[in-house]
């Protein structure tokens, strides 16, 4: 079993749908971050939580550390939100020494016109 | 600010061929990483820099995978020979420390096709 866990892994929506990818994860962790990657593309960081809830435009991210899950939401989704949508964590016992991120396998999302 | 580079952002070898790929991380970020990930995976971290010093390189296949960072800039990362299984998206990352909360900036990639 992954330590970084998402679903679902596939997702089509249609323009204007609210969108939820969720992340659980079996670790502690000091951060978790959720990280958009476009085809072809390189990786882009959305947000970076430790708790609480963050938002940025139409992207909400929210984590429950006790439950040891987060969630990322896309109000009035678009077709340029289609991407790969990737949650990694930050576990807690590597210290100061490696920022050692583990990595789920990425929610495949595409908004259809 | 300029983004992380990476080169090539293609490459196509055959099995038992050499490739080598570079990276230049954003300026002032001590930490470079290099990571794998192959098609439907996550990232994998390779090998962890803090300056010119290897911090981390427990998944990197030494016999046949090897980086540098020999000034504490940019990076090479070789892979020789290589084998089907390595064809992948090889992405770089840079961060200004390696604190937990020091953001990681990663590059375009390099797609690594091996025929």
Redesign the interface.
């Known amino acids: 079993k992954n330590e970084v866990e998402q679903s679902p892994q596939n997702l089509t929506a249609q323009e204007e749908e609210f969108i939820t990818i969720n992340c659980s994860y079996s670790v502690g962790i000091s951060a978790l971050h959720w990280l958009q990657q476009h085809p072809g593309g390189g990786i882009v960081s959305l947000f970076m939580l430790s708790s609480g809830k963050k938002k940025h435009g139409r992207l909400i991210a929210t984590i429950n550390i006790q439950e040891k899950h987060s969630s990322l939401h896309i109000t009035a989704s678009h077709p340029r939100d289609s991407a790969v949508y990737i949650c990694a964590v930050r576990p807690e016992n590597y210290g100061g020494a490696t920022n050692k991120l583990i990595f789920g396998t990425g929610t495949l999302l595409a908004v259809q016109p | 600010e300029a983004g992380?580079a990476?080169s090539p952002r293609y490459k196509i070898i055959e099995k038992r061929q050499s490739v080598a790929f570079w990276c230049n991380p954003i300026s002032g970020h001590a930490?470079l990483y290099w990571y794998q990930q192959i098609l439907?995976?996550?990232?994998?971290?390779l090998i962890?820099f803090q300056n010119n010093g290897v911090?981390?390189d427990s998944q990197l296949p030494k016999d046949r995978f090897s980086a540098e960072r020999l000034k504490g800039v940019d990076s090479t990362l070789k892979i020789q020979p290589a084998k089907l299984e390595d064809s992948a998206v090889y992405?770089c990352?840079s961060?200004f420390?390696?604190?937990?909360?020091?953001?990681?900036?990663?590059?375009?990639?390099t797609?690594l096709t091996v025929l």
């Not at chain 2, 420390?97 to 990639?109: A, K, L, R």
């Open positions: 992380v990476q930490t439907g995976q996550g990232p994998k971290l962890q911090v981390d992405l990352a961060s420390g390696i604190g937990g909360y020091n953001e990681q900036f990663f590059g375009p990639g797609r």
